[in-house]
T-cell receptor, first 113, second 113 residues
């Protein structure tokens, strides 16, 4: 059962452009929404996370936008750089169980120089 | 502080064999989760251990099992290997069971021939 749907599957952006990745969730019990970044040969690493009591969170060039009514959240990468080329996963762990996370299928981002 | 370590990093087995993978969490972390990552299925939750007890389990057959030791180190075992078990197996640790950041290891890449 797919509880977190992520799109697009792949994304190609020119250097300096904006990368946007979207996730939609089904379970309203989810209350913590992290994004992970994974480089080839590495495990996923937490990039940025948001809780549903705020609509936006920004850390450097990375911003999460959250729409609770639509049950959607998105990752925006401003001024995308070739070093941002990686696979990005959204996730939705339950409050009482951070270990049991439902991940989106991932978005492979390629930033062209 | 050392990160999550997983051994071995690469493994080749044949169908019908069994395999044991090891994970050492970050010092002080008591929760260890295991995930299977494949190109077609993305990141799938296997199980989570906390204080030597399995707290949650994903939708995997009984051939997949795990355990956690008193020092929080964890092992997962896959018996009677099938070709479809070829994947990257990721371990993630966190301090507890709450809404906390998970830190992933580099994974063990298993190839079943």
């Amino acid at each position: 059962q797919q509880q977190v749907k992520q799109s697009p599957q792949s994304l190609i952006v020119q250097k300096g452009g904006i990368s946007i990745i979207n996730c939609a969730y089904e379970n309203t019990a989810f209350d913590y929404f992290p994004w992970y970044q994974q480089f080839p040969g590495k495990g996923p690493a937490l990039l940025i996370a948001i809780r549903p009591d705020v609509s936006e969170k920004k850390e450097g060039r990375f911003t999460i936008s959250f729409n609770k009514s639509a049950k959607q959240f998105s990752l925006h990468i401003m001024d995308s750089q070739p070093g941002d080329s990686a696979t990005y996963f959204c996730a939705a762990p339950k409050y009482t169980n951070a270990g049991k996370s439902t991940f989106g299928d991932g978005t492979t981002l390629t930033v062209k120089p | 502080k050392a990160g999550v370590t997983q051994t071995p990093r690469y493994l080749i087995k044949t169908r019908g064999q069994q395999v044991t993978l090891s994970c050492s969490p970050i010092s002080g972390h008591r929760s260890v989760s295991w995930y299977q990552q494949t190109p077609g299925q993305g990141l799938q939750f296997l199980f989570e251990y906390f204080s030597e007890t399995q707290r949650n389990k994903g939708n995997f057959p009984g051939r997949f099992s795990g355990r956690q030791f008193s020092n929080s180190r964890s092992e997962m075992n896959v018996s009677t290997l099938e070709l479809g078990d070829s994947a990257l197996y990721l371990c993630a640790s966190s301090k507890g069971l709450g809404r906390e950041t998970q830190y992933f290891g580099p994974g063990t890449r298993l190839l079943v021939l």
